[in-house]
C-alpha cells in the first residue's frame, strides 16, 4: 500500500489515473503524473475478514440534513492518494483523501458493478466541491476499474464483486452474471479494497449501483443513516433485499461499527440530482462526525 501527499495534483490528472491503467507516480512535487504498472501479486485474504452478522441498531431521532458550506470548507484536491492494490489486469485502485483527516471518514465509491458507471458524476462532482469543516471525505472512482474498461458487469474473471465478500458467501454458477468467485475475496479487487478498509475503519461508506432509483436498507446498517442520505438527497428508501457475499453485508458486520449504504442512482442523472446528491453526502458526512 502506498502513501503519496499529492499537494498540487490536478482534478482531472486523479480521474485519468483512476480509470485507465495508470497509477499515480510519484509523491513529491505540484502534479502526479501516470506511469504504467508492473504485475503485482495479491496475498491471499486472511479468514479474519468473515465476521459474525450484526444486529441491526435501533433507529433514533435524526436531524434534518443540511448541506450549505460555511467557514473552515476546503475545496482543496487530494490530500493525499492511496494505491490500495491492483485489479486483474494491473490497473490501480486508487483512493483520494479530501477535507480534515480524523476518526469519522465517508468513503464514496463511484462503482463496484463495470456497467453502473453513473455514480463516477457524483465523485467528479465531490472531487472539486467545497469540503465542510471536520469531513475526511476519500473518492473512489471505481474498484472495478476492468469490469469498466469493458462495459461488463463482473471483473476480468467475471467475477461479481458485489457477490465476492465473506459474509454469507455461497458459490455460484460460472459464467452467471452473479458469478461469485472461487471463493470469498478470491478476486485481486475485493482482497485489495478489504484490506484498505479494515486499515481505515471508515464510519460510513456509500457505494453507487444503477437502475433501482433508491437508497437501500443495506443489510446489517443503521438505518438512520439510510433514512437520512435519502431525505438528504431527494431519493426513496426503500428495502431491497439482502444478497449472498454482497460488500455491505461483510462490512457492516465489522466490529467498529461503521455503516455501509448502497445507493441507486436510476437509469440516467440530471446535473441537478448530481448536484444534490453530492450536498447530501457532505451534509450525512458531517452529521456522521459530529458536525
Given at each position: ?16 489515473a483512476l ?7 510519484g509523491c ?137 465478500w465473506p ?125
Open positions: 500500500m502506498r502513501f503519496c501527499h499529492s499537494g498540487g495534483v490536478r482534478p482531472a490528472t486523479w480521474i485519468v480509470t485507465f491503467a495508470g497509477s499515480l507516480a513529491t512535487g505540484t502534479s502526479a503524473s501516470t506511469a504504467t504498472v508492473a504485475a503485482a501479486s495479491t496475498p491471499r485474504p486472511s479468514s479474519s475478514l468473515s465476521r459474525p452478522a450484526a444486529s441491526t441498531p435501533t433507529p433514533t431521532s435524526t436531524p434534518t440534513p443540511t448541506s450549505a458550506p460555511g467557514p473552515g470548507t476546503t475545496s482543496a484536491a487530494c490530500l493525499r492518494t492511496v494505491v490500495m492494490g491492483y485489479s486483474v489486469r494491473h490497473r490501480s485502485l486508487i483512493a483520494c483523501e479530501r477535507g480534515h483527516p480524523g476518526p469519522s471518514a465517508l468513503v464514496v465509491v463511484g462503482n463496484i458493478h463495470g456497467d453502473e458507471t453513473l455514480g463516477w458524476q457524483v465523485v467528479r462532482r465531490l472531487m472539486t466541491a467545497p469540503v465542510p469543516p471536520g469531513v475526511d471525505l476519500w473518492l473512489v472512482l471505481t474498484v472495478n476499474p476492468d469490469g469498466s474498461a469493458l462495459h461488463i458487469r463482473g471483473n476480468a474473471h467475471g467475477v461479481d464483486e458485489n457477490r465476492n459474509t454469507n458467501w455461497q458459490p455460484s454458477a460460472r459464467g452467471s452474471s452473479t458469478y461469485s468467485g472461487s471463493r470469498a475475496l478470491s478476486e485481486p479487487e475485493t482482497a485489495a479494497f478489504a484490506r484498505w478498509l479494515l486499515r481505515l475503519k471508515p464510519r460510513t461508506v456509500v457505494v453507487f449501483h444503477t437502475p433501482l432509483d433508491a437508497v437501500d436498507f443495506s443489510e446489517g446498517a443503521d438505518p438512520e443513516v439510510t433514512r437520512y442520505l435519502a431525505r438528504a438527497t431527494g431519493f426513496a428508501a426503500r428495502r431491497l433485499g439482502a444478497r449472498p457475499g454482497s460488500f455491505s453485508g461483510w462490512f457492516n458486520a465489522q466490529p467498529w461499527g461503521g455503516t455501509a449504504i448502497t445507493f441507486e442512482l436510476g437509469s440516467a442523472v440530471s446535473r441537478v440530482q448530481v448536484g444534490r446528491v453530492s450536498a447530501g453526502l457532505l451534509a450525512l458526512a458531517r452529521w456522521r462526525a459530529g458536525g
